[in-house]
């Protein structure tokens, strides 16, 4: 056979590969795309994508930082050529070109004043024309700022978009406020725990440790230390949430304090699986229980009596209970705590410990008190291993979130 010919066959052979290599690659493009979906799917996924990755920069509000960062991807969604926001106060964040700065900033202004969606045509910036649209971002109490789209030429769905986006805007910031509204008020709660522990529990173990300054100033010393430790846990300014073990730490030095004053008339059992003492729970949320049974249960008993703490492990829960053989509370005073009335002034920890846990893991996993006169208490909580449901909330046992 001559070169010729087996030249001819060696490039029938690669064109025959080529062209079959060449359908296998149309096959999986073809494939591909089925499994992305189709094209209106496609469209309904980058959208959603791009406004949840402009709502986590929405949270803290129109701020120039957090709003040049949500900028990128509104601009993406509207498919507009430079996008502004403006705060109340004038502060603009720009996604574009920079050149628009003062016209965004006029027609914010105008925009947040009026309360009204407005269209521009043919704005001269420096040797070129651009239109824009601007829609004030309406919150409950006015203006909160404004959206400003550019874009040669600016067409009806741009105009309609940009107002939906406005409002969509306004709706995440007051999400962000509302959630700042929570935390703080998580944060008045446990106030309220410690002025509940300041004047009762600091004045008595006060005096406790003065009684033995005299007769044993070693016992003295030691109780000393137990309230500096029981001080500074309980003080603590950083972190919404603890561990059991460091809960129990807690308990121990505030127990031998109470001890101090009762002697023998307070008795403890302590029941405790190794394996919970690592569950991540909310701060001061098994002290208050155990000074609602001192206090309210065993102070006013003649001859004192005894408190179980126990904290069992229980598949996906921990539970843990807070059992005292004291005088126990009436069924409707116990309605009224947990309801928040008027009763619940000689009750706040009860109180306050039912709500935050409503807070973090739902109405599910409140408190479960089972009391009556003369019968003594019983408080239970179930708290999931896994820790708080909402991830916002999650936290290491300093309050840090999880990497």
């Not at 490039?11 to 094209?39: P, Q, W």
């Not at 939906?164 to 935390?183: H, K, T």
Request: glycine share 10%; aromatic share 4%; hydrophobic share 45%.
């Amino acid at each position: 056979m001559s070169e010729s010919m087996l030249l001819a066959a060696a490039l029938g052979v690669a064109g025959g590969a080529l062209a079959v290599g060449l359908v296998v690659f149309l096959r999986r493009i073809v494939l591909t795309s089925k499994e992305l979906g189709t094209d209106a799917e496609q469209a309904t996924y980058q959208t959603l994508h791009l406004a949840s990755q402009a709502a986590k920069h929405l949270r803290g509000g129109i701020d120039e930082l957090d709003a040049a960062r949500a900028g990128k991807h509104l601009r993406a969604l509207l498919g507009c050529d430079s996008l502004a926001i403006v705060d109340r106060s004038g502060t603009i964040a720009i996604d574009g070109d920079e050149a628009v700065r003062a016209v965004a900033e006029r027609l914010a202004a105008t925009a947040i004043a009026g309360g009204r969606q407005q269209v521009q045509r043919r704005i001269p910036i420096g040797a070129w024309e651009t239109d824009a649209v601007v829609a004030p971002i309406l919150g409950g109490t006015g203006a909160l700022g404004a959206i400003v789209a550019f874009a040669s030429p600016v067409r009806a769905g741009l105009v309609r978009a940009t107002g939906e986006v406005a409002d969509w805007v306004a709706a995440q910031v007051e999400l962000g406020e509302l959630d700042a509204s929570r935390a703080a008020l998580a944060e008045a709660e446990v106030r309220a725990l410690r002025a509940q522990i300041s004047p009762h529990f600091i004045y008595n173990s006060l005096n406790a440790i003065a009684s033995f300054i005299n007769t044993d100033p070693a016992q003295a010393r030691e109780l000393v230390l137990e309230f500096a430790d029981f001080t500074r846990y309980s003080f603590r300014r950083h972190g919404d949430f603890t561990t059991v073990a460091e809960e129990l730490r807690s308990i121990d030095s505030y127990l031998r304090l109470e001890r101090a004053r009762f002697g023998e008339r307070l008795k403890v059992t302590l029941q405790i699986a190794p394996e919970v003492l690592s569950t991540v729970v909310p701060f001061l949320s098994i002290q208050p229980l155990v000074e609602n049974a001192v206090r309210h249960g065993l102070e006013s008993k003649e001859g004192g009596g005894r408190i179980t703490i126990t904290a069992a492990d229980s598949g996906a829960f921990a539970e843990i209970s807070v059992e005292d053989d004291g005088v126990g509370i009436d069924p409707e005073v116990l309605a009224a705590v947990l309801a928040g009335g008027p009763a619940d002034a000689e009750h706040v920890g009860l109180r306050n410990v039912d709500a935050r846990l409503r807070q973090v893991y739902g109405d599910e996993l409140g408190l479960v008190v089972e009391t009556n006169v003369g019968a003594g208490t019983l408080v239970r909580m179930r708290v999931p291993k896994s820790g708080p449901r909402r991830p916002s909330s999650a936290g290491t046992p300093d309050g840090r979130l999880e990497p």
